[in-house]
């Protein structure tokens, strides 16, 4: 049986891939991920193509992920998302490796802390953290049990109250 053995390289997102990052979202979150909270802060001004990565696979963006410059209450942050991996490439940890060089870059470009909503078993292992309870703001409808971060600076917890958008 022949095995193709998978050439998976990541890169810094740019221009070029966002057909390929439009059709993943599209396909990892419907069309309902329009509606979400962390969508409406992303609608608010463009993502920081420095600190987003795609993943390809043999020449293919088979993954992504896009962080967001937000200021959280009086923290200066960025907000992780979407992330999202192609059906067929799920399971592997392309994500997780796509969140640890999104958090480093971040990290490495003064960020003092990474924000997101997403899943809790899936992220705390990843070094996420809950946020209290209603702390931050959303523009919209959020869950606050799946408001998570990770601290880069001290006293980040304590600044995480207000309201959370996009910051130039």
């Known amino acids: 049986m022949f ?13 070029s891939h966002d057909a390929a990052i439009d059709l993943i979202n599209e396909e990892a979150f419907g069309p309902g991920r329009f509606a979400r909270a962390a969508a409406r802060i992303r609608e608010q001004g463009p993502h920081d193509l420095s600190l987003s990565f795609v993943c390809a696979d043999d020449g293919e963006t088979i993954a992504s992920v896009r962080m967001t410059p937000v200021l959280a209450g009086s923290i200066k942050g960025h907000l992780l998302g979407p992330l999202a991996v192609r059906p067929s490439h799920k399971n592997r940890g392309i994500g997780r490796e796509l969140v640890r060089i999104a958090v480093e870059a971040a990290r490495r470009k ?9 899943d809790p078993p899936y992220y ?17 409808p959020v869950d606050f049990n799946r408001v998570l971060v990770v601290p880069m600076t001290e006293d980040v917890h304590a600044g995480l109250k207000g309201d959370i958008h996009w910051r130039a």
């Open 3 to 15: 095995m193709k053995k998978h050439d998976l390289v990541y890169l810094t997102e740019d221009a």
């Open 124 to 140: 705390q292992p990843l070094g996420f953290e809950k946020v209290a309870y209603g702390a931050l703001t959303f523009p919209g």
């Open 110 to 118: 003064g960020s003092q802390c990474v924000i997101l909503v997403g």
